[in-house]
């Protein structure tokens, strides 16, 4: 480490520039304090090391909500997409998932541009070694962080996005570099200055497929996967109209037993399966010889090759994640029907990384033994760009808002996919990197990507990134959706004969009585726009207002059962536990309850209800106790 | 807006008279749907700390004639609305009541859960509260262990089944809702419809069992003790062989579930292990008493064979030992045979505690039953002797997660015939889990994440 005496005086340090870095470092310059993003290289600012895509199911959510409060992960995606899909179009509303191939380059120099223009915002090239905190009264403060140069700088808050970064190991076959992905320079000091604080670490593990030169792949074998003809933006801000444009393709294509043969062959060279990896790799994305092993009996696996971008040759082998040496590599993949001949530009390799142990976050994502000092991304367990970039935007809120002294800004599991997300992080044993799945938000019929301005646009307003304009028509929109629903429900049609000649020709029952237009159209074969036949007192209305309408009279049943759970779990959300209980004195509770609270800490009776190993009756017995001592 | 919970709150006693509490915001509103008195006045419009002449209907069924007692928030035991009802018409009324009060939306407290109000509503000192958690967390642990413990077997097995069937069906809706390019959900629709009416006629049937009484007896737990070869079986067959009645199987879910059920002179005894009663031939002492210490564990009365031409010996001493707390029925087998050992003999082995009543028998000449059966309902009638009143608790905790369960199946049934996407469906099949679950102990947790990715090949 080099010695010298330059101190810098910022606000906020940013750790890391991927997709968490680059949200933190936006909200906290934005809301007026001078902040400072590390990054090992400027050029990996918003890089995209795996999979050539921002969305898709759940995560097309996290980046809705992340427009919604202020982010920029929607806008980037917007300027910078080559394809665009809705996937789950045929089902329910609540399971619409938005998802676009990236260019990759394109993206991340675009995100670099924002960052480079932003007010406040300082990057700096280096890596960080060393947080740097007092203790006073036994409670640890961050002061600053010291970067390799031995530069000093000194801070008020901290956030961690140190992605696959920390220690990292890379592996392929036998072949083991210990450097971060793709070849990037690892963090190897900050490590262990967590550990010395008693900020604890584990390993995990994840891996990304080859990346192939498209000219040596025979695109005729394969089925072609086009995007959508009408293109919907990620970001409430962009016009629908702007980025209707040209798009390419992706393609498929399956494994065959010619394929599972090889993998099969050669697992005891495979890291995994010889013991070389110790870190826990995500069920999501398996690598292909863990789909092999453990789905034996499948017969085949899809193959997507995805563009990396525009102006590239480079393709992405979606589905082949692989951790096996070279030679095997490029022999499974030749097996597979258009790769005959594929030539390989970059081998797939597993990365093994340092994140934080369970129970040390608090919902604020601060870490709860060091004042000051927050993280975000794959260091808090998670896995994925977007996960990342959700917690790298509340992380940065509430680092801002904790210089400001301000209350933190906390989502709860009825509000947000990000509320789902964090409070999973910090509430489960996650042994496992963590993505976010329409199937772990209780509450999804509420939690629509069509109506992530609805739910938040005011808490970013309230926190200061969305402005008064913005905020102005979400007000507007929710009073207009509200007033024509009220006007569906209490316009009646009646049964004269015209109706019922109208009704038929559309294939609908005919009516026995005066019937609302809202009940009309609740029919599977009836839609807003059939219905306006019967609608001669209609105002003309904006296209996201009218799918609003739509969705909740259509669901109206469904949505208001879950209004009704939400309702009871916001009562046990509201029972607060104090900061300074000591479980030892509540004798009734099992073992088992006291010592998971004493690690979780949870901040409210609802939270210590969803820690595993907590009963009904420990919360009753907690709830009695909380009444006993006045809180 | 706290929920309205209701209990049967006296012990529960064959004389026929019990309590049924009501409590929470609705309690007025609900009884009043199911309760009328001759001069019509509804309760909500009655002053509040009154009592109410009338009967309690099923529609026009008349169930019982009671007496209800009207207290309105603040001044009640919970600080809430409660109202109780008097029953008169015994345990099955009862059960009816509490029943319909379910069914008019009520839920069953959880245990300790009207003192758990009480205090949390203020009515309780403060001072008390160690007293209150402690109430809760012990109430909790024996609702546990009964509810567990008449649930086990076959019964257990066809439940669980069934909610792993359930699960996944979830699991499968979700991964391809999560992972829609790997996989597909046409024309599963109709597949999982049929799946469904199959798996809610099942359950059906274990309603219709539980309502018959077939599943969980509401009866006396008896342990019959005593060493090898002191001729259990052989007394037994004596005194109950006719009037056993051994409660048949349904559809083979309760043959290990079911222990043997006996009705004498009108009260109702669980033999508990019955592999003790059936002599084997694993006659080691050792398992002997291993076997009693457990089956003793469960009763409510026991019964301890012995033999009275032997001596008695350690095995008989560590019985006696277990027993000593236990309401307790000795016979003193083999009367007819030379005695070695009589009721002195045996009374000097317990110490200072209740003494077993004492019966001669012998299964050879075939004396001593109408004593014992005489003893026996002088014991029940003057309420010496009682089960437990969890166990028809659970009972009911039980059906009603079976109807819950039920219903969401049946939700799931119209949504599929209403063309709902499947999305949709997993919201009801998601809380059938859930009431599944309820019956045996689980709960949903991370089921449902670990199901997804053990059955389905997932991801990029």
Redesign the interface.
């Known amino acids: 480490m080099g010695q010298n005496n330059l101190v810098i005086e910022t606000d906020i340090c940013i750790i890391g520039a991927g997709h968490a870095g680059c949200e933190a470092a936006l909200a906290c310059a934005r809301l007026g304090l001078k902040t400072v993003i590390f990054t090992v290289s400027v050029e990996s600012i918003a890089l995209m090391p795996c ?1 050539p895509n921002i969305g898709g ?2 995560k097309g959510h996290l980046v809705k909500e992340i427009d919604a409060l202020g982010g920029e992960m929607g806008k980037n995606i917007d300027k910078t997409f080559i394809q665009s899909k809705m ?2 179009l ?3 509303p ?2 619409h998932s938005l998802r676009a191939q990236a260019d990759k380059a394109d993206y991340s120099h675009s995100m670099r541009d924002i960052l480079e223009n932003q007010e406040h915002l300082t990057i700096k090239q280096g890596e960080v070694c060393e947080i740097l905190f007092e203790e006073v009264d036994g409670l640890k403060k961050v002061t600053g962080v010291k970067i390799f140069t031995g530069t000093t700088y000194k801070c008020k808050a901290i956030v961690i996005c140190s992605g696959t970064y920390l220690n990292a190991r890379c592996l392929c076959g036998e072949a083991i570099t210990y450097t971060g992905p793709n070849g990037l320079q690892a963090a190897t000091h900050l490590s262990k200055c967590l550990k010395d604080m008693g900020v604890t670490l584990r390993r995990f593990k994840t891996g990304t497929p080859a990346r192939m030169d498209k000219r040596s792949l025979d695109f005729s074998k394969m089925e072609e996967q086009k995007g959508d003809e009408k293109i919907v933006p990620f970001s409430f801000s962009t016009n629908p109209a702007d980025i209707q444009k040209e798009q390419v393709s992706c393609y498929l294509t399956y494994t065959n037993n010619d394929t599972h043969e090889i993998i099969r062959a050669n697992l005891d060279r495979s890291p995994i399966y010889a013991g070389i990896i110790e870190g826990t790799g ?5 690598s292909i010889e863990d ?1 092999v092993v ?2 034996a009996d ?1 017969e085949r ?2 193959v ?1 090759i995805e563009p990396e971008g525009l102006y590239t040759n480079e393709v992405y082998v ?2 082949m ?1 692989s951790s096996l040496p070279e030679d095997v590599q490029l022999k499974m993949y030749r097996t597979v029907p258009g790769m005959e001949n594929c030539k390989i530009v970059r081998n797939a390799y597993a990365i093994e990384y340092d994140c934080l142990t369970p129970g040390l976050l608090s919902p604020s994502l601060e870490i709860k033994s060091v004042s000051g000092l927050f993280s975000a991304g794959q260091f808090n367990g998670s896995s994925g760009y977007e996960e990342a970039a959700a917690q790298g935007l509340i992380a940065g809120i509430n680092a801002a808002r904790k210089v400001l002294g301000k209350n933190p800004l906390i989502l709860d599991r009825s509000e947000a996919y990000i509320g789902v997300l964090i409070d999973d992080l910090v509430t ?1 044993e996650n042994l496992e990197p963590y993505r976010m ?4 938000a209780e509450y ?2 509420l939690l629509r990507q069509d109506n992530a301005d609805l739910r938040l646009r005011k808490y970013g307003y309230e926190v200061g990134l969305i402005s008064q304009e913005q905020y102005d028509y979400i007000l507007y929109k929710q009073s207009a959706i509200d007033a024509e629903v009220e006007r569906l429900n209490n316009t009646f049609v009646g049964s004269g004969k015209e109706n019922q000649k109208y009704l038929e020709e559309l294939g609908s029952a005919p009516l026995h009585t005066a019937t609302s237009l809202a009940e009309l159209l609740c029919r ?1 074969e009836l839609n807003y726009d059939n219905i306006t036949y019967f609608d001669t007192n209609r105002c003309s209305l904006s296209e996201d207002i009218i799918e609003q309408v739509c969705i909740q009279i259509k ?1 109206a049943g ?1 949505i208001e ?2 209004s009704r759970q939400v ?1 009871s779990f916001k ?1 046990m959300e509201k029972k607060l536990i104090p900061d300074d209980i000591n479980y030892d004195d ?5 073992l088992e309850a006291r010592q998971k609270l004493k690690l979780f800490k949870p901040l409210s009776v609802g939270q210590a209800s969803r820690i ?1 190993g907590v ?4 919360i ?2 907690l ?3 909380l ?2 001592i ?1 809180k | 807006m706290k929920d309205t919970i209701a209990a049967i709150c006296t012990a529960l006693s064959p004389s026929g008279i019990g309590k049924i509490r009501v409590s929470g915001s609705e309690a007025v509103e609900i009884v009043d749907k199911i309760f009328k008195s001759p001069g019509k006045n509804k309760l909500s419009e009655s002053d509040t700390h009154t009592i109410h002449y009338g009967h309690i209907y099923n529609g026009k069924d008349v169930i019982d004639e009671v007496l209800v007692l009207l207290m309105k928030a603040p001044r009640t035991y919970t600080r809430e609305d409660v109202v109780e009802i008097d029953c008169h018409g015994g345990l099955y009324v009862l059960k009816q009541v509490l029943n319909l009060l379910i069914d008019n939306g009520c839920r069953i407290a959880e245990p300790g859960e009207f003192t758990k109000r009480a205090f949390l509503n203020g009515r309780i000192d403060l001072t008390e509260a160690e007293a209150v958690m402690d109430l809760i967390s012990s109430k909790s642990e024996m609702s546990l262990k009964n509810s567990v413990s008449i649930l086990n077997g076959s019964l257990y097995k066809k439940i669980s089944s069934i909610r792993s069937d359930v699960l996944y069906f979830i699991a499968k809706i979700e991964a391809s809702l999560d992972d829609p390019e790997h996989m597909s959900l046409d024309g599963y629709e109709e597949e999982l419809k049929e799946k469904l009416i199959t798996i809610n006629k099942d359950i059906n049937y274990l309603i219709k069992s539980y309502d018959n009484g077939k599943i969980i007896k509401e009866g006396i737990n008896t342990a019959i003790v005593g060493k090898p070869n002191v001729g259990k079986s052989s007394i037994l067959n004596m005194i109950l062989d006719e009037e056993r009645a051994i409660v048949t199987d349904i559809a083979g879910t309760t043959r290990d579930t079911l222990e043997e059920t006996v009705v004498l002179n009108g009260v109702t005894l669980n033999l508990i292990d019955t592999a003790g009663i059936h002599e084997t031939k694993d006659s080691v002492e050792k398992i002997g008493i291993e076997r009693s210490i457990n089956s003793i564990s469960k009763a409510d009365l026991v019964i301890y064979i012995v033999d009275s031409s032997r001596e008695l010996d350690d095995s008989d001493r560590e019985i006696i030992s277990l027993i000593n707390n236990k309401k307790t029925i000795c016979l003193v087998n083999k009367s007819d045979l030379n005695k070695v050992t009589d009721k002195e003999d045996i009374i000097k082995c317990f110490n200072n505690c209740e003494l077993p009543l004492f019966v001669e028998t012998s299964a050879l000449l075939g004396t001593g039953k109408e004593q014992f059966i005489s003893i026996l309902s002088d014991m029940f009638f003057d309420g010496k002797i009682s089960f437990n009143d969890e166990v028809m608790i659970s009972n009911l905790r039980q059906i009603n997660s079976l109807k819950e369960s039920y219903e969401s199946i049946n939700r799931v049934i119209d949504s599929i015939d209403n063309e709902m996407p499947e999305d949709f469906l997993s919201i009801d099949l998601l809380s059938a889990y859930a009431s599944l679950g309820e019956i045996i102990g689980e709960e949903v947790s991370d089921d449902l994440v670990d199901k997804i990715f053990s059955e389905f090949c997932m991801g990029k």
């Open positions: 999979n199911t759940s996937l789950n045929s089902k329910g609540a399971v995500p069920r999501y994305c398996p789909k453990k789905f499948k696996h899809q997507f979606g589905g994640s489960k799945m329409t199937s772990r999804r019929l599977p669901y469904y059962r879950q309702a009562k509540v004798s009734s509770l099992r595993s009963t009904p009756a420990d009753s017995v709830l009695v106790y009444t006993s006045g």
